[in-house]
């Protein structure tokens, strides 16, 4: 089969990357597919990109969806790039089931990155066939647009559909494609890529290309390498503060899989918690534990320690004087995410401007939750409702609330709410979960607050599960609909919405994730 002409959907092209130097990409065209069907469309992300969404539903949409016909101005490539894999350095990997087709500049100025997911083979598919089963098509779909919603920088989906042909892994699977959007997809790897080659003047083009691209005010550095690599720090501290603050698990962070965006891609084998144990882990090829919650901080800061060491040829003439520029600015890591962490967790519990003793308080609430086994999402909900006045229809107590063991922590969490805004407040405190002394407080805007930030639907893995397995087995795609449609308001609860904001039955817990590859 070959490719349909070009489709007459003027996308906002205006492709950079495929002007760097031949080395940083294949050519490649998509490889049709036999009998697309549209899935989804993702109308206000269409909308920020400057696509029509009818279009993208049209006939001719689902054909440049599917890869079986470009949009005018797409010129799409497989990127390369390489990377360290649960800490093995891999020196040559790349797009094996993705194109780029292009940057388009969005509503908002931006520039986004246009890429097929699952659109066939290329030079860097090694022993793999480029495409992709439903079920991780939707995973991603799922989780990716949640996070969205939840205000965690991330890659999004812009549309997917089946192919109409199966792929085969364990056992055949319907295949599907979806259109990926990021800010860019470049990696650690990419830059890794090129130091491991010493061509040193592909990662200084590339470095160049970043920092027009990302971090503008780096190239007025001194040494802008440098300044990118303190931006690029920043910009992963905020993200892994956010992802500890949802619960979110990424389990894969190689750093093929880390942005210099600083946008969360790759939702192969990911998952929220549900109990909150800082050492979960769900990826079934995890068998260390190297990505378990509690260290994805710490894996984040050695990513950092990848990436600076390929900056360093880039940083001044004198090696030994880049190595300590580096080394200094490394150590700053834990810092910038102990801030970013502190502050989310402490707003989190209604406390807008953290003390040490804030810290303590948070601390103290999370070795809470791991003694009682509580469910993560739903505690700190539950505490935004303590913190607010009660309202049946919209409380979640009878799917969660604190037991006894939390008295003692609560009594001190409404002191200290209590004493946020009145200068001193000596009223004694009992421990039932009224207070009035709260009640009265003039300061409902924080309190009202924790409930925004606190959602109360997020995409539990026994729920995706539900929706992959009535869309693979059975062609159903409602059950995605409607978890789509519900995971587009995280931050509401209504008594109909029970299904979608209660943990797991025992029998529904998902206790491993996979890549799907
Ligand atoms: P991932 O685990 O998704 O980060 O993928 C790691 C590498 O394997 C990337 O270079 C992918 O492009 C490649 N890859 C994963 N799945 C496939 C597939 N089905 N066909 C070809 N390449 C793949
Ligand atoms: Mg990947």
């Known amino acids: 089969m070959s490719l349909a002409k070009s489709s007459t959907m003027n996308f906002r092209f205006d492709n950079t990357y495929v002007r760097l130097p031949e080395r940083f990409y294949s050519h490649q065209m998509p490889e049709p597919v036999p009998n697309p069907r549209l899935i989804r469309v993702n109308h206000q992300l269409a909308d920020l990109l400057g696509i029509d969404p009818q279009w993208l539903g049209s006939e001719e949409g689902i054909s440049v969806i599917a890869g079986n016909s470009l949009p005018i101005g797409a010129d799409p490539i497989a990127t390369v790039y390489a990377g360290h894999q649960f800490g093995s350095w891999n020196p040559q990997l790349g797009d094996g089931r993705a194109l780029l087709l292009g940057e388009v500049l969005g509503t908002d100025g931006e520039r986004y990155d246009i890429q097929l997911k699952g659109s066939g083979q290329t030079p860097y598919s090694r022993m793999g066939d480029g495409r992709a089963p439903l079920g991780p098509v939707l995973r991603e779909y799922i989780v990716s647009e949640a996070m969205a919603r939840l205000g965690i920088n991330t890659t999004r989906v812009l549309a997917a559909v089946t192919s109409g042909s199966q792929v085969i892994r364990e056992t055949p699977l319907p295949g599907g494609l979806l259109v990926r959007v990021a800010k860019s997809h470049i990696r650690i790897g990419t830059l890794e890529f090129f130091a491991a080659r010493q061509d040193f003047e592909a990662l200084q083009l590339l470095v160049n290309h970043v920092i027009q691209r990302h971090y503008p005010a780096a190239a007025d550095a001194r040494y802008p390498a440098l300044s990118l690599f303190e931006m690029v720090m920043a910009a992963q501290a905020k993200l892994v503060a956010n992802w500890q603050g949802i619960g979110f698990i990424h389990g894969v962070m190689n750093t093929d899989n880390t942005l210099l965006s600083g946008e969360t891609i790759d939702y192969g084998p990911c998952a929220f918690m549900d109990t909150y144990h ?81 810290e303590v308080l948070v601390r103290d609430f999370l070795n809470l939750l791991e003694s009682s086994e509580s469910d993560f999402t739903l505690a700190f909900r539950r505490l935004s409702e303590l913190a607010n006045p009660e309202d049946g229809i919209k409380s979640i107590r009878e799917l969660f609330d604190f037991t006894d063991d939390f008295t003692p922590w609560l009594t001190r969490w409404r002191k200290r709410m209590a004493h946020k805004n009145l200068a001193l407040n000596n009223t004694t405190l009992n421990n039932t979960a009224r ?31 539900e929706v992959i397995t009535a869309a693979t087995n059975d062609g159903n795609f409602a059950p995605f609909h409607k978890l789509m449609e519900l995971l587009d308001d995280p931050f509401n609860y209504h008594k109909n919405r029970r299904k979608y904001a209660s943990p797991p039955l025992p029998e529904q817990v998902v206790q491993q994730t996979f890549c799907g590859t």
């Open 278 to 358: 800082p050492a979960r882990v769900y990826s079934s090829i995890d068998h260390q534990g190297r990505y378990a919650y509690r260290n994805q901080p710490g894996i984040t800061h050695w990513n950092m320690a990848c990436l600076g060491q390929v900056l360093v040829p880039l940083i001044g003439d004198d090696e030994k004087q880049a190595v300590e520029l580096v080394k200094e600015s490394l150590q700053g890591f834990a810092g910038l995410f102990l801030e970013e962490n502190i502050n989310l967790l402490s707003s989190k519990l209604g406390l807008a401007q953290a003390t040490p003793d804030d």
């Open 435 to 465: 207070q009035p002394d709260m009640e009265s407080t003039p300061d409902t805007e924080a309190r009202q607050q924790m409930l925004l930030i606190n959602p109360v639907l997020i995409p539990r893995n026994h729920l995706i599960e």
